[in-house]
């Protein structure tokens, strides 16, 4: 299984970042998909996850109307728009997949991805 990230950068607050991780080698339909960050000395934290048909999300409250997971189960591909980005939203992004929905919890994914970084200059 192989979870690939990619879309990080840096950006000025308030700009938007789209955040794209494309999965393979897993039935992609069948997980729950979340995204989770981690900043330099801090632990991973949830940020948001979407249920396997893409129906329902659920998105931690720091992100919360800012922050939109889409996916695409024809491409295998799931999305994280971040718009009206601050500087605390710096971190590294994980995605990660669960057969669970939602998947708040980043000790018990199945699997990673191995992280983009997004850097928000004030």
């Known amino acids: 299984v192989q979870l690939v990230e990619s879309g990080g950068g840096l950006v000025q607050a308030g700009g938007s970042l789209r955040l794209s991780c494309a999965a393979s080698g897993l039935t992609f339909s069948t997980y729950g998909m979340g995204w989770f960050r981690q900043a330099p000395g801090k632990e991973r934290l949830f940020v948001g996850s979407?249920?396997?048909?893409?129906?329902?999300?659920y998105y931690a409250d720091s992100v919360k109307g800012r922050f939109t997971i889409s996916r695409d189960n024809a491409k295998n591909t799931v999305y994280l728009e971040m718009n009206n980005l601050k500087p605390e939203d710096t971190a590294v992004y994980y995605c990660?997949?669960?057969?669970?929905?939602?998947?708040?919890?980043?000790?018990?994914?199945?699997?990673w991805g191995q992280g983009t970084q997004v850097t928000v200059s004030s």
């Open positions: 979407i249920s396997m048909s893409g129906d329902n999300t």
């Open positions: 990660a997949a669960r057969r669970l929905f939602p998947m708040t919890d980043p000790h018990k994914s199945d699997y």
